[in-house]
Nanobody
């Protein structure tokens, strides 16, 4: 049984940092493309960042470029999302997803986590 578990969500002040983790069981995550998505209250789901399973190429949404970093830890079967300079617009439930191809299209991903809440507020 495949399971993705997100962790690391929290309440943080504007300008602060958080690192989210997406840990897999039942699959070896290094062989999968992984995407981070988020859904803010009243908004559509938004692609945040993606990492390739072929060349570890990394991609970021325009709203998070130069603030967020995605990376893998193969030994821990985990993909992380380092988030810096957080602002209230980053408040959302963050989800990770794994699939066989890297894409911004969320419907292509095969496996999803349950989400972790990030709240940016003073």
């Amino acid at each position: 049984q495949v399971q993705l578990v997100e962790s690391g969500g929290d309440l943080v002040s504007p300008g602060g940092s958080l690192t989210l983790a997406c840990t897999a069981s039942g699959i070896t995550l290094q062989y999968y493309a992984v995407g981070w998505f988020r859904r803010a209250p009243g908004k559509e789901r938004e692609g945040v960042s993606y990492i390739s399973n072929r060349d570890n190429g990394k991609y970021y949404g325009n709203s998070v470029k130069e603030r967020f970093t995605i990376f893998r830890d193969k030994a821990k079967n985990t993909v992380y999302l380092q988030m810096n300079s957080l602002n209230p617009e980053d408040t959302a439930v963050y989800y990770c997803a794994a699939g066989t191809v890297i894409t911004h299209r969320s419907e292509v991903y095969d496996f999803w986590g349950q989400g972790t809440q990030v709240t940016v507020s003073s």
